[in-house]
């Protein structure tokens, strides 16, 4: 069965601090997608990693891939409050484009 | 900037009732994808579909449930007889193909069984 894990699961920061989300996955797929999502909102792109050794920014927030570890993680710098949100990591479940999904990481900003 | 589409917003009915969940999907896309999301809790896919047909589906999406492309824009799901479990965040999503483009997603039809 494919499984996609991401940690923390919840992720409470202050202002200015830097962190990483995690996500491991367990299928041999070269792609990986990151998205947040607002309460109650849909899911935005934030990143798409296509291979080994990626890496993606994107303001404070940056993305990288290792494809042999199954590892990928988001790094925060210096965060605010605009980025409080649920993250999350996703990879192509089949051969038609489907996505898994991990379980997300809410994130919380505080002044 | 174009953009995945869906009605109703919000859609409550009772149980056992069938429900139609509409989606305009990117018009130059050409895969299409359902997903839900119970409260709280993560995002399930439900089934592709491809060249009109259903290409993958999940467990999750049983003869309860079918999906529809009626016309060259529209895109639809039925549940045929709604349960209490049923209830959650419908999304539609789209992408132009498989190579290495995202998917795009709509801004889902809270669904609410009662």
């Known amino acids: 069965e494919l499984k996609v894990e991401q940690n923390p699961l919840f992720l409470s920061m202050q202002e200015g601090k830097n962190y990483t989300i995690y996500c491991n996955y367990s299928t041999t797929s070269d792609r990986l997608y990151w998205y947040r999502q607002d309460p109650g909102k849909s899911l935005e792109s934030l990143f798409v990693l296509l291979s080994n050794g990626a890496v993606k920014q994107e303001g404070r927030l940056m993305a990288s891939l290792d494809t042999k570890a199954r590892l990928s993680t988001l790094h925060i710098t210096a965060a605010v409050h605009d980025l409080s949100a649920t993250y999350f990591c996703?990879?192509?479940?089949?051969?038609?484009?489907?996505?898994?999904f991990g379980k997300g990481t809410k994130l919380s900003v505080k002044p | 900037e174009p953009e995945v589409t869906q009605t109703p917003s919000h859609q409550v009915t009772q149980m056992g009732q069938e429900v139609i969940l509409r989606c305009v999907p990117i018009s130059n896309h050409l895969y299409f994808y359902w997903y839900r999301q119970i409260l709280g809790q993560k995002v399930e896919f439900l089934v592709s579909f491809y060249n009109n047909e259903i290409s993958e589906k999940s467990e999750i999406f049983d003869d309860q449930f079918s999906v529809e492309r009626p016309d060259g824009s529209n895109f639809t799901l039925k549940i045929r007889s709604t349960k209490l479990e049923d209830s959650a965040m419908y999304f539609c999503a789209s992408r132009v193909g498989l190579a290495w483009e995202t998917q795009y997603f709509g801004p889902g039809t809270r669904l609410l069984v009662l």
């Open positions: 996703a990879v192509d479940g089949g051969s038609q484009g489907n996505l898994i």
